[in-house]
């Protein structure tokens, strides 16, 4: 099976619509015929889920969060390796949130992340990537929609946006949406971008 395309990974801020497009999509590539493997970073592993809870329960140090995120990062992706042999995968986050969040956001070196999402990826990258773009507003807007407060303050949210959109101009298979439309146009753009590539 052709290589090309097949790892598509969904990006952006908390609320912005990650889990709403990437089931879509995935349903969509399944209506389509193709064998389709949905994942998600953190926490998409038995081992991964007790990650994720440390690392959401107890409000650990930034450094510490990054090396658990990594250590959950190894496990699924060696999941995904298997599954690209025979299979699309289309996964809800991957290390671009990493570059967002724990560089732009938290202010850990650059470089350092890309060394580190090399040594956990072994270089396997999503082929695709939408990342969906919204303000900051709108994403707290929509949080107490569902009562789900985050508690890292405006100017984190700012830094991690300006990162992804940093990300969105300098790599070529990261392509922005504009999440702020409803969510049945955010996914025409989508399908529109995929079936023009
Ligand atoms: N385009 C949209 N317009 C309005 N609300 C949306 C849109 N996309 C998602 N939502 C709502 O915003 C909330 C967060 O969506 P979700 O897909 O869980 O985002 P994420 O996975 O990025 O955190 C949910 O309540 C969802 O129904
Ligand atoms: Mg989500």
Known sequence: MCSLNRYVA???????????????????????????????????????????????????????ALLLFLADRVLTINKIKDKLKNSYVVSDRSLYSTIAYQSYGSGIDLNLIEQFNQFATGGLKPDVVFYIDISINVMYERLSNFDKMEDKGEEFFNRVRDGYLKMADRYDNIYKIDGMQNKKDVFRDIVEIWNNL
């Open 10 to 64: 969904f990006e952006g801020i908390d609320a912005c619509g990650k889990t709403t497009q990437t089931k879509l999509f995935y349903e969509y590539l399944i209506h389509t015929g193709k064998d389709v493997f949905l994942t998600k970073e953190p926490g998409d592993t038995a081992t991964g889920k007790k990650i994720r809870n440390i690392i959401l329960q107890d409000n650990i140090d930034d450094k510490a």
